[in-house]
């Protein structure tokens, strides 16, 4: 605030992931997915509101997955979690729209990272295979969805889920 007088865009994106069978799942971690990847949320667009309703304007865009979508075995924190952002999502969109404040998810798919690189090959050729579009997506991919919800290109746009997944659950 100091530096630019207001706040425009926040994104938030943290999300880790702590995977296991709910059987063998520990309290823990499903305690630490909850708090990075929802409570972040909830703190990070705590502090943006009243400067965003001040300048009655402001886009807020949460990062969630396809995970949060339809579920994942061995998932059930991540896909909580991921699931807690849609709905926070589109809560704050029907809270702020009269201020002119949006606030829309990106619901990633399969997305080619340093992180994806490491797995076996013949694996991540058969999750290429199950996507429509015939291909992981790229971390530009996302951010190409995060830049149009930021803009003014998207100005009617809020409380919707963005799915970025090349048809992953079409």
């Known amino acids: 605030m100091a530096e630019f007088g207001t706040i425009d865009i926040l994104v938030n994106n943290a999300g ?6 709910m059987l063998r799942m ?30 009655k304007s402001g886009s807020i865009i ?53 992180m994806t690189a490491a797995l076996d090959e013949k694996t991540v050729q058969g999750w290429r295979d199950g996507i429509p579009l015939k291909r992981g997506g790229q971390p530009e991919d996302v951010a190409n969805a995060c830049v149009f919800l930021a803009s003014n290109m998207s100005s009617y746009i809020t409380g919707q889920v963005l799915n970025v997944y090349g048809g992953m659950l079409t």
């Open 16 to 21: 880790i992931t702590r995977d296991n069978l």
């Open 26 to 55: 520990s309290k823990d971690d499903w305690d630490t997915i909850i708090k990075v990847n929802l409570d972040s949320v909830f703190n990070l667009t705590k502090a943006v509101i009243k400067p965003m309703m001040k300048a």
């Open 62 to 114: 949460n990062m969630t997955s396809v995970v949060g979508v339809k579920g994942n075995a061995g998932q059930a924190n991540y896909a909580a979690s991921k699931a807690g952002v849609i709905g926070f999502s589109k809560s704050i969109a029907l809270e702020l729209g009269s201020r002119n404040i949006r606030c829309n998810a990106v619901a990633p798919g399969f997305i080619e990272t340093e």
